[in-house]
């Protein structure tokens, strides 16, 4: 086995959390496994995983390796792929990330699209909410809202989102709908952990910025949780714009404070290649934007 063979198994070992996971993933024997990581270890002179009887873990080293090898697997891919005339027929796979709801609800049915248009091409959809690392997860473009502190990527704007208040027609024909940020007190509230700063929320009133403390009756762990709750008359909510728009097309969820709310938010599709990126990836970012951009979600 070659390195660059041995560097895939060990992608594989990481990626899949285990040896045997990886044997499985590569139809290849274990001790075959084993001996490819064995050599790399030998050839590089350092520990790539701590092993225990229970789980396999990956050293600092192997953390710093694994990142290496993503990009040198990628470049290499990429490199066959031109030579094969990938940037002339769109053909491999893309791994792509974005907010869990954002990918349910807008991204999934454009990329069963795209996949329609474009067969010879494979999507891996990483639906987490936080912000990934593309090198070193080996990411090929993601999807992020708001302002983007690293400048090296490659961005390109899709719309904007903002934060608002929602609830239940039924709720607020029984308690009152609220007309100023101040009156949130007097409300059963709903909050989802996945809101970083579900303490207080933030609205302006011209130029003053108002944080309004709240204690929520019911807190969650995820946004689809406290919006769920929110149909079901828990009370009002804070959500992304985004997140609610089949509710409110439907009448289930009313928006409120509209005048208070905070400055909308972009929406970017980011990518680390720009004019360099393969046909795959330039198929995929041309097929979103002509997808996304004006979609009612995305216009705050």
């Known amino acids: 086995m070659d390195r660059i063979e041995e560097m895939a198994v060990f992608v594989a070992v ?30 590089i002179g350092a520990e790539l995983f ?6 396999v873990r990956l050293t600092e080293a192997g953390q710093r390796y694994l990142a290496d090898c993503r990009r040198i697997l990628r470049q290499l891919e990429e490199a066959e792929a031109q030579a094969a005339g990938a940037h002339i027929a769109p ?7 974005a907010p869990v709801l954002f990918g349910q609800q807008l991204l999934v049915p454009a990329v069963v699209d795209f996949l329609a248009a474009y067969p010879a091409v494979s999507v891996r959809l990483l639906l987490v909410d936080r912000t990934v690392l593309l090198g070193e997860e080996g990411i090929d473009a993601a999807f992020r809202m ?12 899709l719309g904007y989102i903002r934060r608002v208040v929602c609830a239940s027609p039924a709720y607020l024909d029984a308690h009152g709908r609220p007309a100023h940020p101040s ?4 409300h059963a509230l709903v909050a989802s952990v996945a809101d970083t700063r579900n303490d207080a929320w933030q609205f302006v009133d011209g130029d003053t910025r108002i944080d309004i403390a709240i204690q929520p009756r019911l807190v969650t762990s995820t946004n689809a949780a406290a919006i769920s709750a929110a149909e079901c008359g828990a009370g009002l909510t804070r959500v992304m714009s985004y997140q609610i728009a089949p509710a409110l097309a439907d009448g289930r969820l009313e928006r409120l404070l509209q005048p208070y709310e905070d400055k909308p938010l972009p929406v970017w599709l ?29 216009m705050g």
């Open 146 to 157: 708001g302002d983007l502190p690293d400048s090296s990527l490659v961005a390109m704007p």
């Open 50 to 55: 701590v092993r225990t009887t229970r789980f």
């Open 270 to 298: 980011v990518n680390q290649e720009g004019r360099r990126a393969a046909a795959k990836l330039r198929v995929f970012l041309a097929f979103m934007a002509e997808r996304l951009r004006g979609h009612p979600a995305l």
């Open 14 to 43: 990481a990626e899949e959390g285990g040896f045997a996971a990886a044997s499985r993933l590569l139809n290849l024997s274990a001790p075959t496994v084993t001996r490819a990581v064995a050599s790399l270890e030998a050839s």
């Open 91 to 97: 053909r491999g796979n893309l791994v792509i990330a």
């Open 183 to 186: 009156e949130l007190t007097g």
